[in-house]
């Protein structure tokens, strides 16, 4: 693994629970034993620094969408299952979406990263859209319920934050997830004429 890639890691852990303004180069440093020259000379700018955290979410989010699509029939459970990516971010140590931190961020962000951000969920309401047109709900329609959908997936993880840290055994907090995006599917499902 690269010196680079080991700063994406320990970033992306503290940004998903710290949030963006609750971290600074001196944790990576400490995290990691290396300086902070050493950062700088890969991430010159912690915008810099986060720009290149969401171009990789945003990669690997698409690489676990297309998963959920070749390895999923139906447009009701794809629905469940890209609920399961959000549901796996918390179950590990009770993080939330990166780009979610950095939307509640927002005013606080450089222009530049909250383009990028926007861009990160412009990706989410298109596939969820799109799934949700394959399952007929109307064009006029598929917009606003990815919307609300994608506003419950983020929901649901600040609620699971809320009840604690997954601690591995009985699973609640990891359940929330599903159960909202179950509940919110067959709504959506069901109001399709």
């Known amino acids: 693994m ?3 890639d080991r700063i994406l890691d320990s970033a992306q852990a503290l940004v998903q629970v ?3 303004n609750g971290f600074s180069y ?4 400490a995290q990691l034993s290396i300086t902070k020259p050493s950062i700088h000379h890969h991430f010159p700018t912690k915008a810099a620094l986060a720009e290149a955290l969401i171009a990789r979410y945003r990669e690997r989010f698409a690489a676990a969408r297309k998963e ?3 390895e999923t029939a139906g447009a009701r459970q794809r629905l469940v299952n890209y609920a399961g990516l959000y549901a796996e971010t918390f179950a590990d140590g009770g993080r939330i979406c990166l780009c979610g931190v950095f939307a509640v961020d927002a005013e606080s962000l450089p222009v530049a990263v909250r383009r990028a951000t926007d861009g990160f969920f412009a990706d ?3 596939w969820v859209a799109g799934v949700l047109a394959e399952a007929g709900v109307p064009a006029t329609r598929t917009g606003a319920a990815a919307e609300a ?4 997936l983020e929901g649901a993880l600040l609620l699971a934050r809320a009840h604690g840290q997954p601690d591995g055994t009985d699973g609640h907090d990891w359940d929330v997830v599903r159960s909202v995006a179950a ?3 067959d709504a959506l499902l069901r109001s399709t004429p």
């Open 2 to 4: 690269t010196t680079a």
């Open 18 to 20: 710290r949030g963006y």
């Open 26 to 29: 001196a944790d990576i440093s």
């Open 68 to 70: 959920v699509d070749d």
């Open 124 to 126: 989410q309401r298109q």
């Open 149 to 152: 959908y994608l506003a419950a």
């Open 183 to 185: 509940t919110l599917v």
